[in-house]
């Protein structure tokens, strides 16, 4: 049963270049969540999707930054520009298709992006 | 003010003790809470979760909220020094979906 899966686990990309994350949920999840941590920091929310569509963007900076889920295949978090200050893992949370009450997310293993 | 305010720690405990590690949040819409557990370098875990008044009990673990005092808390027993870890309280608003979480308590479990 394999649980949330992101790739790369590591990205390293020079200023100015683009950054793309994939995450692919649970088996019969369909909302997926961003977060992003800075080093020594919490977790920040950045987006929420559900397949073809955005609920709640407001945590994601207003440039650069873009998140689709289409119908098929993974959800990507494009980082368009990076800048070093983009340095920090980005974790993928998903959660069951009928939330019902509950609403757990699962996390996936992240990605650390570093900007050199 | 933060929407999700937790101890900012680090809490240290000698094994086999009781650590107690508390959450308040300021949106009263908030429905489901939760507990996750986050060791260094690596991604969050999910401990617990609750949205009924009272205690709810896993193991070592009890989750206690109070919804009119906005107060969630999260009790571990018995200690063990693989409890040392970043805890994150985690408040979501189950009609729009949002998730706010805490910047964290680190706890440390001495042996």
């Known amino acids: 049963n394999a649980g949330v899966m992101q790739n790369p686990r590591h990205l390293v990309r020079r200023r100015g270049q683009e950054a793309r994350l994939r995450c692919s949920p649970m088996k019969g999840h369909s909302h997926v969540y961003w977060y992003r941590q800075l080093p020594e920091e919490g977790l920040k929310f950045m987006v929420y999707?559900?397949?073809?569509?955005?609920?709640?963007e407001s945590g994601m900076p207003k440039e650069r930054f873009s998140a689709e889920f289409p119908k098929e295949g993974p959800s990507i978090l494009r980082i368009q520009q990076v800048v070093r200050g983009d340095s920090a893992a980005y974790f993928c949370?998903?959660?069951?298709?009928?939330?019902?009450?509950?609403?757990?997310?699962?996390f996936g293993p992240g990605t650390r992006l570093t900007v050199t | 003010q933060k929407e999700v305010e937790q101890n900012s720690g680090p809490l240290s405990v000698p094994e086999g003790a009781i650590a107690s590690l508390n959450c308040t949040y300021s949106d009263r819409g908030s429905q489901s809470f939760f507990w996750y557990r986050q060791y260094s370098g690596k991604s969050p875990e999910l401990i617990m979760f609750i949205y009924s008044n009272g205690d709810k009990e896993d193991g070592r673990f009890t989750a206690q909220l109070n919804k009119a005092s906005q107060y969630v808390s999260l009790l571990i027993r018995d200690s063990q020094p693989s409890d040392s870890a970043t805890y994150l309280c985690a408040v979501i608003d189950t009609n729009a979906g949002k998730s706010t979480f805490g910047d964290g308590t680190t706890l440390t479990v001495k042996p």
């Open positions: 999707l559900q397949k073809e569509n955005i609920i709640d």
């Open positions: 949370a998903s959660s069951p298709t009928v939330p019902g009450i509950t609403y757990e997310q699962y």
